[in-house]
């Protein structure tokens, strides 16, 4: 009988949002995002019911999506806005604000550390999104 291949994560190894594990444990990812919008989205959201689809076009093949509007206002506006990334905000939260402006794109814990402005803490960023407890569902793509 063969054992089971344990999966070990590196420092290269992708990390994404696995938006599954927030629904498997009962958590509610909209409360969470909500809390990553900009100040003007925060009361602009206010107004839009938990239920609002956007029509998406994909720029790269021009499809037409059915988006979540709470994720479309992250994605297209408070995402871009430059000091998102650079706000004291803590570890978690950062990585967690890049996968939320990059579409959920995989990314290694040195990719996600020159992204949020801290060159060298790639190894943190690693034990912390690789170790054992999960973090706002990220974890390593098993490639």
């Not at 579409?103 to 034990?127: C, H």
């Amino acid at each position: 009988m063969t054992e089971p291949k344990i999966f070990r994560p590196t420092i290269q190894t992708r990390f994404h949002i696995d938006y599954s594990l927030w629904e498997r444990d009962g958590n509610d990812l909209r409360v969470d995002l909500k809390s990553h919008l900009c100040p003007e989205h925060q009361a602009k959201f206010a107004e839009m019911g938990d239920d609002t689809r956007i029509d998406w076009v994909d720029p790269d093949t021009a499809e037409v999506h059915q988006m979540d509007g709470l994720q479309y206002i992250l994605t297209t506006h408070c995402s871009q806005q430059p000091e998102y990334l650079l706000q004291q905000t803590t570890l978690v939260d950062a990585v967690f604000r890049v996968f939320l402006a990059n579409g959920n794109t995989p990314l290694t814990p040195v990719e996600l550390a020159e992204k949020i402005g801290r060159p060298n803490q790639g190894n943190t960023i690693f034990k912390t999104i690789g170790g054992a407890r999960v973090y706002k569902g990220m974890r390593p793509i098993v490639e």
